[in-house]
């Protein structure tokens, strides 16, 4: 089971936008829909961001946003904000031996 | 808003065995597929195995370093799901967290309970 491929880190000032990516294969995100993203801070547990490649949880804010393309999905923020600081996650769907396959993470620094 | 709960977490000498408990409310849990999910402190996620709802079969599937080592059942009468931990290994080390309907809208995460596996 090979996770998804994912920057470790990402940095930029407060009000700027990012964009993380997360790289699978054709066995995952080239193949689904179901590519989701969470966030988690430090010692508390993932939450969901987006799921279905583009959809928006109740609740989360209208600046995370998610895309893909091919094999790798994107997920952006923009007016990044002091309390977006966390690690995100990428996770998919999986034709492979196993059913869900997760990205090695990106923690995101705010300037 | 759905609630997951975990228990049974602790320490375990190599080789032992624990059985973690994750208890949910507030959603249908007859309908939810379950998934156990572990991260070494520190570290990134890892999925460790999942339950379909008795509807899809209520079959299990396993990540390959778990496999033929843990279990996973549900009752959904007390709308709880298990994870039966065998011959235990220092790399099994983790919070292990139990994550409902995953992947969709309604995906929700326990706080997680710690596994130690050390002598």
């Known amino acids: 089971q090979s996770a998804l491929t994912q920057p470790a880190s990402v940095s930029a000032s407060p009000g700027q936008s990012i964009t993380i990516s997360c790289t699978g294969t054709n066995s995952d995100i080239g193949t689904f829909k179901y590519v989701a993203w969470y966030q988690q801070h430090p010692g508390k547990a993932p939450k969901l961001i987006i799921y279905d490649v583009s959809g928006r949880p109740s609740g989360v804010s209208s600046r995370f946003s998610g895309s893909k393309s091919g094999n790798t999905a994107s997920l952006t923020i923009s007016g990044l904000q002091a309390e977006d600081e966390a690690d995100y996650y990428c996770c998919s769907q999986s034709t492979s031996n196993t059913f869900y396959v997760l990205g090695t993470g990106t923690r995101v620094i705010v300037l | 808003e759905g609630q997951l709960v975990e228990s049974g977490g602790g320490l375990v000498k190599p080789g032992g065995s624990l059985r973690l408990s994750c208890v949910a409310s507030?959603?249908?849990?007859?309908?939810?597929?379950m998934n156990w999910v572990r991260q070494t402190p520190g570290k990134g996620l890892e999925w460790v195995g999942q339950?379909?709802?008795?509807?899809?079969?209520?079959?299990?599937q396993f990540a390959a370093p778990v496999k033929d080592r843990f279990i996973i059942s549900r009752d959904d009468s007390q709308n709880t799901v298990y994870l039966q931990m065998n011959s235990l290994i220092i790399e099994d080390t983790a919070i292990y967290y139990c994550?409902?309907?995953?992947?969709?809208?309604?995906?929700?995460w326990g706080p997680g309970t710690l596994v130690t596996v050390a002598s």
């Open positions: 507030g959603f249908n849990f007859n309908t939810a597929w």
């Open positions: 339950i379909k709802s008795e509807a899809h079969g209520g079959t299990s």
């Open positions: 994550n409902s309907n995953p992947l969709s809208a309604v995906d929700e």
